[in-house]
T-cell receptor
């Protein structure tokens, strides 16, 4: 059983399109995240939700909109895709916020987005 | 504010040799420290973490790391590497004031050669 699963794993799309990446965790965690890994492997947090409420929203264009229908799901919707959006997007979860007692963050396998 | 610096972007090493991947952090408060491994085309997997207590932390796959508060370091070591250890390794830091923020270093690519 995959603890944090995200789909699709690979996505190639044209500039200007709108796309979504879905994420589900079966760990019973309260906190979910989206991280972006750029071409230089640098990882940066985009969003964090705790019990379906937005906790962190880093400097991310408002073309990116997370949606959490329940605490087991955190989907990422991207409007008007640009070339610079090409990256690997990781969904993740933890029992509570990671900064609370150092809870481990569990990552999904990643979604490789290529905008052409 | 907190930050992490991984001093080496690439570390080539021969199989069965020892290796150390360096990590230094910056934080004004007590920290929690993590090492994650990313195999090619895969997600991140936790190797080990330091929360408190003993400064020597043992993880999976024979890795260990030592927390050194005076040097603000958390270097990762393995006494004898295998080809299968070839991967990207990330050091990360958080603290009780950081909420959900886990800050990653830039990663170190470990390349094990036969």
């Amino acid at each position: 059983d995959t603890a944090v699963s995200q789909t699709p794993k690979y996505l190639v799309t044209q500039m200007g399109n709108d796309k979504s990446i879905k994420c589900e965790q079966n760990l019973g965690h309260d906190t979910m995240y989206w991280y972006k890994q750029d071409s230089k492997k640098f990882l940066k947090i985009m969003f964090s939700y705790n019990n379906k409420e937005l906790i962190i929203n880093e400097t991310v264009p408002n073309r990116f909109s997370p949606k959490s229908p329940d605490k087991a799901h955190l989907n990422l919707h991207i409007n008007s895709l640009e070339l610079g959006d090409s990256a690997v997007y990781f969904c993740a979860s933890s029992q509570n916020p990671s900064g609370s007692s150092g809870n481990t963050i569990y990552f999904g396998e990643g979604s490789w987005l290529t905008v052409v | 504010a907190q930050s992490v610096t991984q001093l080496d972007s690439q570390v080539p090493v021969f199989e069965e040799a020892p290796v150390e991947l360096r990590c230094n952090y910056s934080s004004s408060v007590s920290v929690y420290l993590f090492w994650y491994v990313q195999y090619p085309n895969q997600g991140l997997q936790l190797l080990l973490k330091y929360l408190s207590g003993s400064t020597l932390v043992k993880g999976i796959n024979g890795f260990e790391a030592e927390f050194n508060k005076s040097q603000t370091s958390f270097h990762l070591r393995k006494p004898s590497v295998h080809i299968s250890d070839t991967a990207e390794y990330f050091c990360a830091v958080t603290n009780n004031n950081a909420g959900n923020m886990l800050t990653f270093g830039g990663g170190t690519r470990l390349m094990v050669k036969p």
